[in-house]
Structure formats: C-alpha cells, structure tokens
C-alpha cells in the first residue's frame, strides 16, 4: 500500500464515450503525476502538478484532460479515445518535483 | 534526449537462481539512476537507487552499481525467490526538479 489510491481498477469504453479517472492521495504530497504504461514501451510521462498547477504536460492529445482540483485529488478525463489509447494508466505523487514517486496501482483502460 | 535501454524480457529463472538484469543509459548531464519494480496488480515502486559514479544502490538483496564508463546501471541479485517475480524498470533523472525517464521494463518469472 503506497498511500495513492487510483479507480476504477479497469474500464472499458467506446470511442464515443466520456469517462474519467481518479487519483487520490493524503500523503501530503504537492506533486501529482499521470503516466501511461503501454507493452514494450517505455512509461511515458503525461502531465504533471506542482501545488495544483500544470508544470507539464508532454505532447498528450487533446482527448486527454487532466483536473487537479486540490493537492490530493488528480482526474484524467477522457474523451474520444481511440483503441491505440488502451493502455495502464499509472497515477503518481512526490513531495515535490524530483522527490521519490510513490504510484498507485493503475486503472487499464480497454477502448474498443 | 535521455534514454534508458532494459534488456527484453521475460527472464525466467529457478528459485535460487542468479539474477542480472542489463539497463544502460544516455543522458545529456549527470542523471541518478533508479530501479522500480512493478508486482502483478500493483504500481511501480522505488527498490534502489545511485546518485553518482561508483554509488551502489541496494535493497532486498538486488544491487546496482552506477558505471559512468559504461553508461550502465545493471541490476543483480544473488539469489532469487519466487516472489521477486514482477516487472522491473530502469530510469534516470537529470537535474533535481526533472521528470524520470524510464526503461520499457523487463518482467522476471521465478520458478521452484
């Protein structure tokens, strides 16, 4: 138990569909982040907040929003997604920027 | 850009058995090298880690040493059980605020 919890556990959508994923922690953490683990690929770096505000964010395609409404809560807000998004996506908090990660257990969303 | 290599997997030993898993890395400055380890249903989390030439991370019996001549961070442990099966990722990080880079990971099957 790494004290950073993700649900759903799994989704499946459609194309069409809007879903959202969620992240929480209460380890007093200022820095959230969102990966994305696909097969035979690096982890690849989403989005990241520092005190609630989007520090980065690496060239993710618009029909993934992110929302950081306070420091313990991160969502990922999908929206039109396509079969090459299905993946696990991995939600990770840090004291702050460049302190140890501490990940969650993933949501593995299948798009279909 | 900075990049991590992981040799492919799966690994599959016998309980007892030795362990090395290769990782080398390009960077652009002097990066801290990190090994996360992935159990089945779980997010990644830190097993060890070296944040400078010669430095030798270690925990649960896993050790690596940081080889700036060979850009190599190889992960190896004496004696492996059949519950150290999981993924095991490589990374780095420049820079004290930077994002970590990862490996694509390098699942390990131990078996009596």
């Known amino acids: 138990e790494t004290g950073v919890t993700q649900t759903p556990r799994h989704l499946v959508m459609g194309m069409t569909n809007k879903k959202s994923l969620k992240c929480e922690q209460h380890l007093g953490h200022n820095a959230m982040y969102w990966y994305k683990q696909s097969a035979k690929k690096p982890l690849e770096l989403m989005f990241v907040?520092?005190?609630?505000?989007?520090?980065e964010n690496n060239s993710v395609p618009s029909r993934f929003s992110p929302e950081c409404p306070n420091s313990s809560h991160l969502f990922l807000h999908l929206h039109t997604l396509q079969p090459e998004d299905s993946a696990l996506y991995l939600c990770?908090?840090?004291?702050?920027?460049?302190?140890?990660?501490?990940f969650g257990s993933g949501t593995q969303l299948s798009v279909l | 850009g900075d990049s991590v290599t992981q040799m492919e997997g799966p690994v599959t030993l016998s309980e007892e058995a030795f362990l090395t898993i290769n990782c080398t890395y390009t960077?652009?400055?002097?990066?801290?090298l990190f090994w996360y380890v992935q159990y089945p249903g779980e997010g990644l989390q830190l097993l060890l880690k070296a944040t400078k030439a010669d430095d030798k991370g270690s925990n649960k019996g896993f050790e690596a040493t940081y080889r700036k001549e060979t850009t190599s961070f190889h992960l190896e442990k004496g004696s492996v059980q059949v519950s150290d099966s999981a993924v095991y990722f490589c990374a780095l990080m420049v820079g004290t605020a930077s994002k970590l880079t990862f490996g694509t990971g390098t699942r390990l099957q131990v078996t009596l």
């Open positions: 907040y520092s005190l609630e505000e989007r520090v």
């Open positions: 960077a652009t400055g002097y990066p801290s």
């Open positions: 990770a908090s840090s004291l702050s920027r460049g302190e140890k990660l501490f």
